[in-house]
């Protein structure tokens, strides 16, 4: 009889990889694999395991596990005949455990039971406000007669917030705080398990402004904004900016001036929460129509696009034909190489990094008529070699976005991570790790993110800092009115005023009402639309009273009320005869006609003086002289 040695390996991926098929073949496995989450985040594995030896020829002597983690501890195990010490071993790629059985099972269908179990620090892991949990996927299912994977989790964490892939109720059960699943669930890529309703991020970021003109200038930076999956709250800008306004993309810009040949850094902090589910976003036609054009990097036109789309149809196929076609080029992270394009992505698909990813995609999907755009910011992870970042200045990471008008809302995708991941779903469900600085639907190359706002001799400064927040400290929007109004107003002429509203908390404003309440004049009650304000931005809103008769004569007063602010104004209307700029323009007629008169007086008299000097000198030299007598 022949001896074997069983090599199963989880790799770097955490995938199951029995090392020969032919032993493989000789002997049938049944695994029963559990994975106990603790209150610390620690994780008790236990593997039991069945070898039943499918030939009397052979028998199994000796096990190894290549684990591609390295933290294992409390190592135990165990066969038929008692205790088995486990060797551990670390290597490149992560260890290797060793076990030598007691027990020998000769004779066909024989069976061999035996144990491992130990604890480990990643498989769960709790990251501010989210718990992950990450179970190891089979590289090869039929290698298994049965795997079954069973995952006890603390009571007090709930229903995981997404599962991926999304389980199929037919072969797997939630039960409590346990879950279960079998080989077919696992494939390759594992299971994800979330937990949590939303993740707080604290950010710092810094922003090198320059004018090197000889006149002052006006100049933007763009700001992490809220969106459809995140809320950001602006704590501070140093130093405070002229105002905060968005753009059609909902991008926030902070407005400066910088004088001639001025530098100024600008420091931006906040916080923000990022969420797993999208909020409702109306599209209209308009803008719909929009997000389908060409664009630069985004070649809708190209005949082989084009044929592309028309083939591929649908975001999902879209997202799968890029996630298969581009190779993830490791080698461009750390170099300064030029962004490609969509078309030139699909022609040279060996070396892409996110921006390929995500320019092939929204070209793609709007050469098939899908609105696409790309977003631009953070993205956490903790492996680089699984969810690499491509932006490395500032270590940002880029991924698109296509709408859906059955759900009414923008998705987020990111087909750089299903790739590099092994085919984990970034497509239906995205995770709580991506925190977006811009949006790029209007145009392919602006605006520009935090990180990217660099100086000659500063290139390598860090001016993005992301971290996952420890306390939440929101305040919300606080609005604050005041009515810009004329003391008096011509009666018969148009009576119009405006409102500038500020919002100095640290999160956005929302579309709202403005209520403006005339005391004599009508309207005497008008609502007014107003539009999202960011923190530290303002807006101006015009509004007007109803015209006069031409004898009106009353005092007025305007009260503004928009959220929990209200501002007042008061005004007078009078016939034109009665108003100040009508006296005021009374009293100065009649003082250039005076001027007037008193110049012509002057100038009269100064005239008859002369005329009579003239005529006296003329009688003075025309008189004869006299003589003596």
């Avoid at 926030?252 to 001025?262: D, E, G, I, K, M």
């Avoid at 087909?415 to 991941?421: A, D, I, L």
């Amino acid at each position: 009889m022949r001896k074997f040695l069983f090599l199963v390996f989880i790799s770097a991926l955490f995938l199951f990889f029995p090392k020969s098929i032919f032993a493989a073949g000789d002997f049938s496995t049944d695994y029963n694999v559990t994975y106990t989450v603790k209150n610390n985040a620690q994780t008790h594995v236990s593997f039991n395991v069945v070898l039943t030896n499918l030939t009397d020829k052979y028998y199994a002597s000796s096990y190894d596990i290549q684990a591609g983690f390295s933290d294992i501890k409390n190592a135990t195990a165990s066969d038929n005949d008692g205790s088995i010490i486990p060797k551990i071993t670390k290597n490149e790629n992560g260890s290797t455990i060793n076990l030598t059985f007691n027990t020998i099972n000769v004779g066909l269908n024989s069976k061999l039971n035996f144990n491992i179990s130990f604890d480990t620090d990643e498989i769960a892991k709790k990251l501010g406000d989210v718990w992950d949990v990450n179970i190891p996927g089979i590289s090869s299912q039929n290698d298994f007669s049965s795997f079954n994977v069973k995952v006890i989790y603390p009571a007090h964490l709930g229903k995981p917030t997404f599962i991926k892939p999304a389980l199929g109720n037919a072969i797997n059960n939630i039960s409590g705080n346990t879950i279960t699943f079998t080989k077919e669930d696992l494939g390759s890529s594992g299971m994800s398990l979330a937990f949590g309703d939303f993740q707080t991020y604290d950010f710092n970021l810094t922003y090198h402004l320059e004018n090197k003109n000889v006149f002052s200038v006006k100049t933007e930076i763009a700001l992490p904004p809220t969106t459809n999956y995140q809320d950001v709250y602006i704590k501070n800008i140093s130093p405070g900016p002229e105002n905060v306004t968005l753009d059609k993309d909902g991008n926030w810009f902070a407005t400066f001036v910088l004088n001639p040949s001025q530098k100024q850094n600008v420091a931006v902090s906040g916080q923000a929460k990022v969420f797993l589910r999208p909020r409702i976003e109306e599209l209209s036609p308009k803008d719909a129509a929009e997000y389908i054009k060409k664009k630069d990097y985004w070649q809708t036109d190209n005949p082989e696009i084009v044929k592309l789309a028309k083939e591929l149809k649908t975001a999902q196929k879209i997202y799968d034909f890029v996630v298969s076609k581009l190779k993830y080029d490791y080698s461009r992270v750390e170099t300064n190489s030029p962004r490609l394009g969509g078309v030139a992505s699909l022609k040279n698909p060996e070396s892409a990094v996110c921006l390929e990813f995500s320019d092939l995609f929204i070209t793609l999907a709007r050469a098939a008529g899908i609105p696409a755009r790309a977003v631009e910011g953070y993205a956490y992870t903790d492996n680089s070699n699984q969810r690499p970042l491509s932006l490395v200045k500032d270590v940002l990471h880029a991924w698109p976005q296509y709408y859906d008008f059955d759900q009414k809302t923008w998705i987020m995708v990111d087909p750089t991570w299903g790739n590099t991941t092994n085919g984990i779903d970034y497509f239906n469900t995205l995770d709580f790790d991506h925190l977006a600085f811009v949006v790029k639907g209007y145009d392919s190359t602006y605006p520009i993110p935090a990180g990217g706002y660099k100086l000659e001799g500063n290139e390598n400064s860090k001016d993005v800092d992301v971290k996952i927040a420890k306390s939440k400290s929101f305040s919300g929007p606080q609005i604050s009115s005041n009515i810009d109004i004329a003391d008096e107003f011509i009666a018969g002429f148009p009576i119009t005023g405006k409102v500038i509203i500020r919002n100095t908390g640290d999160a956005i404003y929302g579309k709202n009402k403005m209520y403006v309440y005339s005391d004599k004049l009508k309207p005497l009650s008008q609502t007014l639309d107003t539009i999202q304000i960011p923190p530290f931005g303002y807006i101006t809103v015009n509004f007007s009273l109803d015209n006069t008769d031409f004898l009106t004569k009353t005092d007025n007063e305007v009260k503004i009320a928009i959220a929990k602010s209200t501002s007042t104004g008061k005004t007078k209307v009078l016939p034109f005869f009665l108003s100040r700029w009508f006296i005021l323009g009374g009293l100065l007629f009649v003082s250039f006609a005076a001027f007037l008169s008193f110049a012509y007086i002057g100038y009269r008299s100064i005239s008859v003086y002369r005329q009579k000097r003239e005529n006296n000198l003329r009688g003075e030299s025309e008189k004869p002289p006299q003589t003596g007598i």
